[in-house]
Structures are given as structure tokens and as C-alpha cells.
């Protein structure tokens, strides 16, 4: 068996642990984990060494702005956790990842098409950054791949995916949309956050560019900012490019609590899932929800194309109120306990934003061809705790709205 049959909880376990990586020269046995490689200049053995030059890849010491060990070992690992990917490019946050990928792939003249559910500031960088150097922008539907069709044109380059969107959790048909892309020559690019490979390998479901943000599920711990991209060449080599242009490079220290996150994602993953649906349920009972938008939620928008293309969840979804108003969702939020106010997720603790995503839509209300109810929301990230002990917490948050 070799280790690219291994299932994705082994490969969690096993990636990016090499022989090179976790042992010394002249010593037998070695350790678990890759050490932390406090870098910046690396030393070449004699003027020969230095003039022969170093491949431009992971695994070969040249400075420290390409990275050592630790890092190579967490882009390692995010490779093999990625069906199809021939390599990752490691970034100090997720906005960066998209903002250089974005960059390296596209040029003055092109257009990008993007998700009308994509997470905000991807959509500040398409519309607001890309502009400045002559590259154009539009919003597609998600909903609507026969609409992505029509709107590309001779200048069309890219198209960016998201699923489910941030904060109305819609799931997209990701491979039909891919299929759109790939029958006109375009790169698709995802933002895959959500689910990670665990969930939804998307190059196996026809995606070329797939990106994450680390500080999620991967760092796992709230203590952490940091993104990826990994891709099938020669894409890779483009972005790997363009990231050095830009000097973007990761800590080793942070590489290391990466890995750490890394290795328990799965269960981590799992327990928020079953408890995101246990509660999503809940919510569904109560009178004084008029939606769930829980990808995982039997019924709930999404759900048939979740249960088609993904292997699994997380703990992040949102609902809508039936009849609220902005103060007495004030008062609900302000009286949990158990629920963090905080932007991010991925922690293991639970956090509460509330939403209302109307006004960075361009295709559809929000929520999409569901009772929308007030149209106030709020998103949800579950963390570890008991799920009854959550319950309870949102119990005393309907309760408070009453008053
Ligand atoms: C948080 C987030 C990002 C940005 O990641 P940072 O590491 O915070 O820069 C990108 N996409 C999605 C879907 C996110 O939720």
C-alpha cells in the first residue's frame, strides 16, 4: 500500500514527517515532529556549492525568504492532503494567498469572474485592487452555471469559487462550474476554507487552483494567521513565482503550530460537524428561526449537492430570525456565554457575528429562494464544547430576546 492510498486521517497524521525533516545526520531513530528552523541565511559547504546555485523548490537550502524544513514539512503535508496538487505555496494570511494568486494569474486586460457569495475581502480585492492594474471584475451567480457561461467573454481568464459562500452557506454545483471554466480555457481557482481536502478535495472535483485559509481549521487554536495554495503544475510554478516577487514568507514558528493543528483536523472537524447539525436542528425546532443555512442540515438550502459532492462539514454555518429586530438581536448575542463575539473561525471555541450580507450581493436576496424571515442573522462557528452545554447557551440568548 502505498502512502497516496492512505485515507486522509492517516495522511493527517503521516505527512510531512520525512526522515530529512525529523532526525539528524549520524543519528539513528529521530523525532515525531519536524523542529522549529529559526532561518534566514542558509550556508553553502564551499564557493563550488555556491556557484552550482540551488533548485528553485521546497527541500533545497538557499535563504531563508524560500523557506526551511518546517515550513517545507507543512507545504509537504498540504500537498499530499490534496488530491492532484503537485505542490503548495505558503502565505502569512488567507487574504494573502488569494491576493497573490490572483496576481500571479492574471494580467492588465484580463477579466475575473467571481462568486457573488465569495467572502468579503476577496471581493474588495477583485473589485478594488485587481482594477488599479487593469484588471476587471464581475460577480456571478453561484446558483446559475448556464449564467457564468453567458458571461464570459474574449478577456475572461479566471473564474473564483467558493462553496459553501460565506456567510449565506449556499453550496454551489462546483464541478459543473468548473466544467464551464475548462471548456473555455479558464483557470478555476477556489477558496476551499470550509470543508478543506478533508471535506471536498477540489482538484479531484475539477477545480486547477484550490486555496485555504490556514488560520481556520488547520491552525485549529485561534492563535494563528496563515494561507495556502496548492496546485497542479504549471500553475504552481507561476504563483510559486510570483509569491517570491513579493516576498511573502511564513514563520517557522507558526509553520510548527500549523502542523500541530494539522494533525488533529479530523477529529476536530468531526466533533464540530456533529455538533453544528445536532444544533442546527435545534434551531430548525425553534419558533423564532425562519432558516438554518446549514449545508449539512437535511432540507436545508444546499444540502443535496453537499450530500452529492462533499465527504464531510465543520462547525460554521448561520441562521435567520423570523422576527427580529437589530436590538433584540443584540440582546441575544450580548447574553451568551458560551459564544465568543469575534471574527475567524476554525477555533475550538464557539464564536457569534451576526450577518446580514444583502448589501455585498449583487445576484440574489439573501437568503437565496428561502423563507427569509427578517433577513437578520447571525453566523455560527461551533466549537468544542458539549453540544448541550451550546444549546443551553442559545436557550438563554431566545429567552433575552423577550424581554
Ligand atoms: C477567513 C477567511 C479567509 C481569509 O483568511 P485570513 O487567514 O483571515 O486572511 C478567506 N476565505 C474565507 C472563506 C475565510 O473565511
Sequence with gaps: MSEKDHKPATKLV?????????????????????????SSTHLYEDTAD???????????????????????????????????????????????AIGCTLMALLAPGDELLFTDNAYEPTRSIAMGML????????PFDPLDPDGLAAMIGNRTRAVLL??????????????ALAEVAREKNLVSIIDNTWASPL????????????IMSLTKHVGGHSDLMMGS???????????????????????????ALALRGLRTMQVRLDRTTSSALEISKWLESREEVSAVLCPMLPGAPGHELWKRDFAGGCGLFSFIFR????????????????????????????????????????????PPGIDSGCGLGVRLAIGLEDSQDLIADLERGFAAMRD
Design 131 to 138: 482594477e488599479r492594474f487593469g484588471i476587471s471584475a464581475r
Design 162 to 175: 467558493e462553496s459553501p459562500g460565506s456567510l449565506t452557506m449556499e453550496v454551489c454545483d462546483v464541478p
Design 199 to 210: 471535506g471536498f478535495p477540489a482538484l479531484q472535483h475539477g477545480c486547477d487552483v484550490s
Design 50 to 96: 555556491l556557484a552550482k546555485g540551488r533548485p528553485n523548490a521546497d527541500g533545497h537550502f538557499y535563504y531563508g525568504r524560500r523557506g526551511g524544513p518546517t515550513q517545507w514539512a507543512l507545504a509537504d503535508a498540504l500537498t499530499e492532503l490534496e488530491p492532484g496538487a503537485d505542490g503548495t505555496e505558503l502565505f502569512p494570511s488567507g487574504v494573502a
Design 323 to 366: 422576527d427580529a429586530d437589530k436590538s433584540s438581536r443584540a440582546r441575544f448575542i450580548d447574553e451568551l456565554d458560551l459564544f465568543g463575539i469575534g471574527f475567524s473561525w476554525g477555533g475550538y471555541e464557539s464564536l457569534i457575528i451576526p450577518v446580514d450580507p444583502g448589501r455585498i450581493r449583487d445576484h440574489h436576496e439573501w
Design 229 to 255: 495554495v496548492s496546485a497542479r503544475k504549471p500553475l504552481i510554478g507561476r504563483i510559486r513565482q510570483h509569491s517570491q516577487y513579493m516576498g511573502q514568507v511564513v514563520s517557522p514558528d507558526d509553520a
Design 14 to 38: 503521516e505527512a510531512g514527517r520525512r526522515k530529512e525533516w525529523t532526525s539528524a545526520p549520524g543519528q539513528k531513530g529521530g523525532v515525531v515532529n519536524p523542529p522549529v528552523w529559526r
